[in-house]
C-alpha cells in the first residue's frame, strides 16, 4: 500500500536499542531482539509499518542531508534546533502514517511504550540509533499523539532570543576594535 519500489529486508540485531531503518541503497529494517521477544504481532506489524513509511518518505537521505548542513554550520543554535525539529515532525509524520496504514494506532503506542521500558541497557550500543539522530525523550509527546492526547508544549528557552542581540552586539564590538 505504501507504493515502494521494493520492500527493504527485516534482520534483527542483538544490541540494538530500537528499531530503525538503515541504508541509502539498499535499506534494510532492524528491529532489536530483546523488544521483538516481547512483543505482540499488532506491535510488530505496526513498528514495521512505521519503519516502511520512513522508506517512503526517503527519510534516510533527508537524515543526511540534514546531517551535512549540521556538520557545515554546527556552530550555528538555530540550525541544530530547527534540525531536532524537522527530525521530531519526521517521526510523527511516520507514525500518523503507520497509524493510517494498520488502522491501529494504539499498537504503535503500545510499541513505543514498551521500547520506553526497555529502557537503555548499559551492554547495548546505540551507534546506528545515535547516528540517524532518534531521541528516546520524545517517545512521550508520540505517544500522546498518537491516542488523541495533545501533547504539552514545550518551554521555550531564552537562549535563541538571546543569540541574535549577542552576535549582533560582537558583531559591533569586532567592527569598532577593527577602526
Known amino acids: 500500500r505504501l507504493r515502494l519500489r521494493s520492500v527493504p529486508p527485516i534482520r534483527v540485531h542483538e544490541t540494538l536499542a530500537e528499531p530503525c531503518l538503515c541504508g541509502l541503497a539498499d535499506p534494510a529494517v532492524l528491529l532489536p531482539s530483546r523488544w521483538l521477544a516481547s512483543a505482540g504481532p499488532a506491535e510488530v506489524d505496526a513498528v514495521l509499518a512505521h519503519e516502511l513509511a520512513h522508506a517512503r518518505r526517503r527519510d534516510p537521505l533527508w537524515n543526511l542531508l540534514q546531517r551535512a548542513v549540521e556538520a557545515l554550520l554546527f556552530f550555528h543554535p538555530p540550525v541544530r534546533w530547527l534540525s531536532q525539529s524537522l527530525r ?54 508520540r505517544i500522546q499523539e498518537l491516542i488523541g492526547m495533545k501533547p504539552p508544549a514545550r518551554p521555550m528557552r ?22
Open 158 to 179: 531564552p537562549w535563541p532570543l538571546l543569540a541574535l542581540p549577542l552576535a549582533a552586539a560582537l558583531a559591533v564590538l569586532a567592527a569598532s576594535a577593527q577602526e
Open 88 to 141: 521530531s515532525q519526521g517521526e510523527l509524520a511516520a507514525d500518523r502514517l503507520a497509524a493510517r496504514l494498520t488502522g491501529d494506532p494504539l499498537s504503535l503506542a503500545r510499541a513505543l511504550e514498551a521500547l520506553a521500558r526497555l529502557g537503555i541497557d548499559p551492554a547495548l550500543s546505540r551507534p546506528v540509533v545515535a547516528a540517524s539522530g532518534h531521541d528516546p525523550d520524545s517517545l512521550l509527546p
